[in-house]
């Protein structure tokens, strides 16, 4: 079955960084794409980026674009996202998930949790 | 920038009634639209696509409708497990932007 893994969350000073990795297994990661979506405590989802699936396409939210990069190995069947220059509105779940028909995200990890304070 | 809004934010039902959810585009957005069930602690599970198509393995119970600007979410007969928040997403066709509405959170009454 699917299965989408978060991890490299945790706790970071403003301005700090963290690379967040996402291990897919269950279905050829190489046949999708896939995105990145995050959700501030009490907020509702909101897209930050989402990468072709050979990695030669990304697309990144204004909020975040100049300080997140989206990446992703396929020989390693992982996805990235490097964030850097943090703030206190970057603390968050980030979730990962897998595009369906290029308009919709048909599978999610359960997330991990990002928090910035000093 | 395509906005959209639910409501209500927040419905009370008791299990086995039918809950309605309202999903507005602030422009059209033809058919693209999915909704999403979310419950603390888990993945967002895909309910519905292109407005209203079942995602796998989803139970007949949850239909949808509308394109354009309208959509709705029904779900007939709320099972124990179907209390959660649901929210609705679209995405641009440039630049790619997907954006998530606010959430309708439907609770036990």
């Known amino acids: 079955q699917v299965q989408l893994v978060e991890s490299g969350g945790g706790l970071v000073k403003p301005g700090g960084s963290l690379r967040l990795s996402c291990a897919a297994s269950?279905?050829?990661?190489?046949?999708?794409?896939m995105g990145w979506i995050r959700q501030a405590p009490g907020r509702r989802l909101e897209w930050i980026s989402y990468?072709?699936?050979?990695?030669?396409?990304?697309h990144h939210a204004d909020s975040v674009k100049g300080r997140f990069t989206i990446s992703r190995d396929n020989a390693k069947n992982t996805l990235y996202l490097q964030v850097k220059s943090l703030r206190a509105e970057d603390t968050a779940v980030y979730y990962c998930?897998?595009?369906?028909?290029?308009?919709?995200?048909?599978?999610w990890g359960h997330g991990t949790r990002v928090t910035v304070s000093s | 920038e395509i906005v959209l809004t639910q409501s209500p934010a927040t419905l009370s039902l008791s299990p086995g009634e039918s809950a309605t959810l309202s999903c507005r585009a602030s422009?059209?957005?033809?058919?693209?639209l999915a909704w999403y069930q979310h419950k603390p602690g888990q993945a967002p599970r895909l309910l519905i696509y292109h407005a209203s198509d079942r995602a796998t393995g989803i139970p007949a119970r949850f239909s949808g409708s509308g394109s354009g600007t309208d959509f709705t979410l029904t779900i007939s007969a709320l099972e124990p497990e179907d209390f959660a928040v649901y929210y609705c997403q679209q995405r641009s066709s440039w630049p790619p932007v997907f954006t998530f509405g606010p959430g309708t959170k439907v609770e036990i009454k």
């Open positions: 422009d059209s957005i033809s058919n693209y």
């Open positions: 269950g279905f050829i990661f190489s046949d999708y794409y």
């Open positions: 990468i072709s699936s050979d990695g030669s396409t990304n």
């Open positions: 998930a897998r595009e369906y028909s290029t308009s919709f995200f048909d599978y």
